[in-house]
């Protein structure tokens, strides 16, 4: 089956044809080092197929001497490892919140304090979030960018050569079957030798921490969960953003059963919710690994409750970088139907990672005194902004859910990815806007807009703190203090 050179294909579109593909030509029997290889690439395949048109209207990049000033500064602090009882490997991305007038990571900052005993690996993937002169309020013990750096050098200059008939392998499958010519057999082999050199770095730290449990939120962490599995210590990770049968990522089927423990797969994965664990469940792949915990943070809002003005409609338009053009018009046709009906105050929220292009927002509606955008790096944070709203709006975001899971109705745009959330609206749990005068009908009615009761609770289960305590106990073999 060849794929269209033309134009995008839904994350269910690509994982179907991922999973035939694999199915058909046994893709996990390649494996070296003990380790299956095809799921290292899986995600970036399914990428390259789904063509995502994400926003790339500005750099969030670092130079390499600043690249290099953080390597060596993580070998100093390497050379100082010690022990804990868990390890965490979080990212600069996850700093969105403000607790202590220090940036708190979203995932693992309140569980650390809780459990006290932690060792701290932060992924450097955000120039804003990490260079805006506010402290964490976990520190880091050190960043993962001597760890990339050097795996990727050893990669360039030792590959592991026998990789190479892997490769080719592979690179003949992808081109045949996909027409993808993205992969060609020394960039497989340098990819894999990065995973491995990675691996044995991350070996090499574990080793000397010796946890009792590695915790991760992001899928794909595959050399630092190998080098864990190889010491046997369990990996736990927590859900990050929306998860669902048909990511590329893991959407893996009853075919891949037979090599799960040759697979760098989590031991035990945290979810928000019990839709999360139907979802995920789905393919038949995972068993007892999936867990629905909650979400620390979806606790934490839901006992502030909401703080809104009802002199105007607020409406939250959470970005994603995608479909950016297209979202724009939307939007200044909602503004010109709504500019004598309806009192608003339009708020766009940033995307921290990928969406850069300020201007293109502020070109469009920078004059006008009822819009407001707000870079994903700054205050407010997403959760606080839907404290205040009285409508959510995105495309497909993990947001959706979070707005219900406190109580803020949420429509969906009939944008580009908008199928991946098409379960809320034929549920009724959140609306579609059609048009701009379709959402500016949901605002002008938003009173009478509410969340069905238990709706919010099938998505964040509530109690993430004792239920998150309890499955690191399991997996550790031992009670937290």
Not at 134 to 162: F, G, H, Q
Not at 313 to 319: A, F, I, P, S, Y
Not at 379 to 407: D, K, M, N
Not at 456 to 475: K, Q, S, T, W
Request: hydrophobic share 45%; charged share 25%; glycine share 6%.
């Amino acid at each position: 089956m060849k794929v269209s050179a033309s134009g995008y294909s839904s994350e269910q579109a690509v994982s179907g044809l991922l999973q035939r593909l694999e199915e058909k030509h046994d893709l996990l029997q390649y494996e070296f080092d003990g380790w299956c290889v095809w799921p290292m690439l899986r995600w970036s395949v399914g990428r390259a197929i789904q063509r995502a048109p994400l926003d790339q209207g500005g750099a969030d990049s670092f130079s390499k001497r600043e690249l290099l000033g953080l390597a060596v500064s993580d070998l100093a602090h390497l050379a100082r490892l010690r022990r804990a009882r868990y390890v965490v490997k979080t990212y600069s991305s996850y700093h969105t919140e403000v607790s202590e007038a220090r940036k708190k990571d979203i995932f693992f900052d309140d569980l650390l304090l809780r459990i006290g005993d932690w060792y701290k690996i932060e992924v450097i993937n955000s120039r804003a979030l990490f260079g805006d002169g506010m402290r964490n309020l976990i520190p880091r013990d050190v960043s993962s960018t001597a760890i990339a750096l050097i795996a990727d050098k050893l990669a360039r200059r030792l590959p592991e050569k026998r990789l190479g008939e892997i490769a080719t392998l592979l690179n003949r499958c992808l081109v045949q079957e996909l027409g993808l010519t993205a992969f060609p057999p020394e960039f497989i082999v340098r990819f894999l030798s990065g995973f491995q050199w990675s691996k044995r770095l991350y070996r090499a730290i574990l080793a000397r921490v010796r946890p009792q449990a590695l915790m991760l939120a992001e899928v794909g962490d595959y050399p630092v969960m190998a080098a864990a599995k190889e010491l046997g210590i369990p990996v736990v990770e927590f859900q990050h953003g929306i998860a669902h049968r048909h990511y590329p990522a893991n959407s893996w089927t009853t075919y891949a059963l037979p090599y799960k423990r040759r697979m760098a797969v989590p031991d035990r994965v945290l979810l928000f919710g019990p839709h999360w664990e139907r979802e995920m469940a789905a393919n038949g792949f995972w068993g007892d690994e999936l867990r629905s915990v909650g979400s620390l943070r979806v606790d934490a809002y839901r006992q502030m409750g909401l703080h809104r003005n009802d002199d105007v409609c607020t409406l939250l338009v959470t970005l994603q970088g995608m479909d950016t053009a297209r979202l724009i018009d939307f939007f200044t046709d909602f503004v010109r139907l709504a500019e004598d009906r309806l009192s608003y105050r339009l708020v766009f929220k940033m995307h921290p990672v990928y969406q850069h292009s300020h201007h293109l927002f502020e070109a469009a509606f920078g004059a006008n005194s009822r819009v407001e955008l707000v870079s994903g790096a700054s205050l407010p944070s997403t959760f606080e902004l839907l404290r205040q709203s009285h409508l959510h709006v995105s495309i497909f975001s993990a947001c959706h859910y979070e707005a219900l899971a406190l109580g803020v109705p949420t429509v969906v745009l009939p944008l580009m990815g908008c199928e991946n959330v098409e379960h809320l609206t034929a549920s009724g749990d959140a609306l579609l806007a059609r048009t701009p005068a379709e959402l500016l009908d949901f605002a002008l009615g938003w009173r009478e807009c509410q969340v069905p009761s238990g709706v919010g609770e099938e998505y964040f289960a509530v109690g993430a703190m004792p239920n998150m305590i309890a499955e690191l106990e399991r997996v550790g073999h031992g009670a937290i203090a």
